[in-house]
């Protein structure tokens, strides 16, 4: 099982970013796909959610700002992020989830500056 989170950067408060998520080696269709974010010293966070068939849901802090899409036959997750702020400045993670299965990619950082 591999999850590939790439996109992360520096980015201008207002600005934007789109984080991708490359899954190999379960069905990625079934699994619920979700993006966390951990800021220093804190504790790690869900972000969005999107389920196999489609249910979305999102934190209170991005709503209206972040857009969660998936691609299930490229077996990718997508996280546009945009109006970013400088709050949003994390380790972002990829994570896929069905039944017992909670599989975690490598973050990619975040960095929003004033």
């Known amino acids: 099982v591999q999850l590939q989170a790439s996109g992360g950067g520096l980015v201008q408060a207002g600005g934007s970013l789109r984080l991708s998520c490359a899954a190999s080696g379960f069905d990625f269709s079934f699994y619920t796909m979700n993006w966390y974010r951990q800021a220093l010293g804190k504790e790690r966070e869900l972000v969005a959610a999107i389920t196999g068939g489609d249910k979305i849901n999102y934190a209170d802090s991005v709503w209206g700002r972040f857009t969660i899409s998936r691609d299930n036959a490229q077996k990718t997750v997508y996280l546009q992020m945009d109006t970013l702020k400088p709050e949003d400045t994390a380790v972002y993670y990829c994570?896929?989830?069905?039944?017992?299965?909670?599989?975690w990619g490598q973050g990619t950082l975040v960095t929003v500056s004033s």
């Open positions: 994570n896929a989830r069905l039944l017992q299965d909670n599989y």
